[in-house]
């Protein structure tokens, strides 16, 4: 079985500061890893994915993320936030035997201050 | 591409009530998932299909939770004999096979009174 501990549950920052929130994992196979955003009263968005590959994810917004296979963390990092990334950002995994459902952490809110 | 969709976007029905919700995915997918997500938590993996066969289902889904994907298109998720307990947004989301991107829709959030 997996699971996902985010280690932080609010994170508050002030705007155009950078920001990591915290991942660690637990898996006895190979996991993808994913990090999704919910804004207010909206549906889960896909910000970045690790499969394979370089260990230095790239995704939308700005957002990357770090696979560390020894210390089983995938921290998201952003250099520099905006208001608009106030929301709620959730870490999963999935076995990577493919189309497999997520796991989620209980999630960060990220409050962006200006 | 119109997203996945889910209906109702909110339902409010007393203890003892029987709910159905609908999740239409995106066309092309043939992988539909369904999560519950309570207040302060992440969402929880109920159930899956690929097409119309029902993959896997979580120890979450009790004997009161039945999903179906008649048709391999959309998907309807009941919940007989509501409880308080069962007060939640449920999620549904889509993937083709072989691309692990799940799309979410934008929930129907059931209150139990």
């Known amino acids: 079985a997996q699971s996902v501990t985010q280690l932080d549950s609010q994170v508050p920052v002030f705007e155009e500061a950078p920001v990591e929130l915290r991942c660690n994992y637990s898996s006895s196979v190979s996991v993808y890893l994913f990090w999704y955003v919910q804004y207010p009263n909206q549906g889960l968005q896909l910000l970045l994915k690790?499969?394979?590959?370089?260990?230095l994810v790239k995704g939308i917004n700005g957002f990357e993320a770090e696979f560390n296979k020894s210390q089983t963390s995938f921290h998201l990092r952003k250099p520099s936030v905006h208001i608009s990334d106030t929301a709620e950002y959730f870490c999963a995994v999935s076995r990577s035997s493919g189309n497999t459902p997520l796991v989620f952490g209980k999630g960060t809110r990220l409050s962006v201050i200006a | 591409d119109t997203g996945v969709s889910q209906d109702p976007r909110h339902k409010i029905t007393k203890r003892g009530q029987n709910v159905t919700f609908r999740c239409d995915p995106i066309s092309e997918h043939n992988r539909l998932y369904w999560y519950r997500q309570t207040l302060g938590q992440g969402p929880e993996f109920l159930t899956y299909f690929q097409n119309e066969a029902q993959l896997e289902k979580s120890r979450l889904l009790s004997d009161r939770f039945s999903a179906e994907r008649p048709k391999g298109s959309f998907s309807t998720l009941e919940i007989q004999r509501t409880e308080q307990g069962d007060s939640a947004m449920y999620l549904c989301?889509?993937?083709?096979?072989?691309?692990?991107?799940?799309?979410f829709g934008p929930g129907t959030r059931l209150t139990v009174l």
């Open positions: 690790y499969l394979s590959g370089s260990t």
């Open positions: 989301a889509s993937s083709q096979t072989g691309d692990n991107e799940q799309f």
